[in-house]
């Protein structure tokens, strides 16, 4: 029998529901023992759907960080409470995945990155998107030279919003509850495939965002050109707007070729390359969905609790976390002046 981590979740939302709590059980390195959410029916709801005797659940967080005998936490609250819950934790000793954005701030991120490190913690940002087969492929394939220096990203995350995706997603509207829109909750996601895929790092951005459809005080609609560290150029589209299925694409054109991820055909990663030969390659993996998914089956967790074991370096590191919330900081900056806005790391 694995060593195990002793896990509490807080934030029992639908990122638990789909993603941490069922991948909690499937790990053979995570005991889940405490469950905590301000809602009592979210509480009923696992109560019933786990019939799990050996878990506690509580209202109240702290109560869970005071009572409950535990290595680590995932918090999944709305983005307002990441760092509040992050720091509480990481203070009384706790490791910490947190839900991206990481914080609604990067000086808060960075207060998060120093406690961790004083403390001797994890804190890991739940930037999902690196763990996809596709995205973890591709990383390999962009490594080994096969397309050459990165050109050009097109990188694009729409769907039709929050309010199709948890039943209690008012906060996902409110600035004071989630600071930013469709950028800080889908465009983050991108922001940071771009720095984990090529290893480039974002160092100037132009943008615009906007507010066309909800009822809403942070934008639905963002898009921003940004300047890569080798002098290459990444456009990147986050919106609630997109109709139908989502879109959910990455395309790198390089010296040598290109890569496209999820544009063509959501299962597939075409690879085009047209030196020293003319080829099409095609990888064929399960679709790549987020949101059409009902249930994500991604190893996240499982990683979280090997790195807390100190048996996996971690595929995000504080700093990760960080440097997305500061890009995004940035390109709202830059849609406030109307000008292009550097980014420091
Ligand atoms: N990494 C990903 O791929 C991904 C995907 C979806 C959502 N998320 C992130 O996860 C976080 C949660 O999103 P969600 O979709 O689960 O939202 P949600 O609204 O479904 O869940 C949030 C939960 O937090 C609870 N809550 C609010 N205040 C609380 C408090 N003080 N103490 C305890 N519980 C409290 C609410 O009752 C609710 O159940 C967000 O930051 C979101 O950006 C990440």
């Not at 639905?220 to 694409?249: C, P």
């Not at 690879?271 to 059409?292: A, Q």
């Amino acid at each position: 029998m694995p060593e195990k981590i002793r896990l509490g979740i807080i934030g029992a939302g639908k990122i638990s529901e789909v993603l941490h709590i069922p991948n909690a059980y499937l790990s053979e390195y995570v005991q889940l023992v405490a469950i905590s959410d301000k809602s009592e029916e979210r509480l009923d709801f696992f109560r019933k759907k786990l019939n799990d005797e050996k878990i506690h659940f509580y209202t109240e967080y702290s109560e869970l960080l005071e009572k409950e005998n535990i290595d680590a936490v995932v918090v999944a609250l709305p983005n307002f409470l990441h760092a509040k819950a992050s720091l509480d934790a990481l203070k009384m000793g706790k490791h910490v995945l947190v839900e991206k954005p990481m914080a609604t701030n990067s000086e808060q991120a960075l207060q998060m990155v120093q406690t961790a490190k004083q403390r001797g913690k994890i804190l890991m940002t739940n930037h999902s998107q690196r763990f996809f087969p596709h995205h973890q492929r591709a990383k390999e394939i962009i490594e080994s030279g096969m397309i050459g220096e990165v050109r050009l990203v097109k990188t694009m995350f729409g769907h039709s919003g929050p309010e199709n995706w948890s039943p209690n997603a008012a906060w996902f509207f409110q600035k004071d509850s989630a600071m930013f829109g469709a950028l800080g909750d889908l465009g983050v996601h991108k922001v940071d495939l771009i720095r984990y895929l090529t290893g480039l790092e974002i160092v100037e951005c132009a943008a615009m965002v906007g507010t066309l459809e909800k009822d809403a005080s942070v934008e639905d609609i963002a898009s921003a050109v940004l300047r890569l560290s080798n002098g290459g150029l990444a456009t990147l589209d986050a919106n609630w707007i997109t109709k139908g299925l989502e879109e959910n694409y990455f395309v790198i054109y390089g010296e040598k070729g290109a890569l496209k991820i999820g544009q063509t055909d959501p299962s597939k990663i075409d690879i085009y390359l047209s030196k020293p030969v003319v080829f099409h390659g095609e990888i064929v993996l399960k679709p790549l969905f987020t949101n059409e998914d009902p249930y994500w089956k991604m190893p996240v967790i499982d990683h979280f609790a090997k790195v807390c074991l100190g048996i996996e370096k971690p595929i995000v590191k504080p700093e990760d976390g960080m440097m997305a919330v500061k890009v995004v900081e940035k390109i709202f900056e830059s849609s406030k002046v109307g000008g292009t806005v550097k980014i420091n790391g």
